[in-house]
């Protein structure tokens, strides 16, 4: 299986949005994750669901939701960060 933060990095990238590979939000007591930045969070997610169902062949809405877990979101002044606490940090 492909590597999800790797495959979130590749839809920033091909989007223009702004990718966190070490993010740390709200209640993870310093552990990292991925995240995107953005100014429309509902509309990050609904594209990378569908960029996430394309890459990854005969996997179905509700597993690919269980591989994201429960996605998070911080406000960073005029935009805002999705972040996604069980898809750990890219290692650098």
Same mark, same amino acid.
């Given at each position: 299986?492909?590597?999800?933060? @790797?495959?979130? @990095?590749?839809?920033?990238?091909?989007?223009?949005?702004?990718?966190?590979?070490?993010?740390?939000?709200?209640? /993870?007591?310093?552990?990292?994750?991925?995240?995107?930045?953005?100014?429309?969070?509902?509309?990050? /997610?609904?594209?990378?669901?569908?960029?996430?169902?394309?890459?990854?062949?005969?996997?179905?809405?509700?597993?690919?939701?269980?591989?994201?877990?429960?996605?998070?979101?911080?406000? /960073?002044?005029?935009?805002?960060?999705?972040?996604?606490? @069980?898809?750990?940090?890219? @290692?650098?």
């Amino acid at each position: 299986m492909k590597k999800m933060e @790797k495959e979130i @990095k590749k839809f920033c990238d091909a989007n223009g949005y702004d990718f966190y590979a070490n993010y740390s939000g709200r209640g /993870m007591f310093g552990n990292k994750c991925v995240g995107i930045v953005g100014d429309n969070t509902l509309r990050i /997610m609904i594209e990378l669901f569908c960029f996430l169902l394309d890459i990854y062949d005969g996997t179905t809405g509700y597993e690919l939701s269980k591989m994201l877990g429960s996605p998070m979101t911080d406000n /960073m002044g005029e935009e805002y960060i999705l972040y996604f606490p @069980k898809i750990e940090a890219i @290692k650098e």
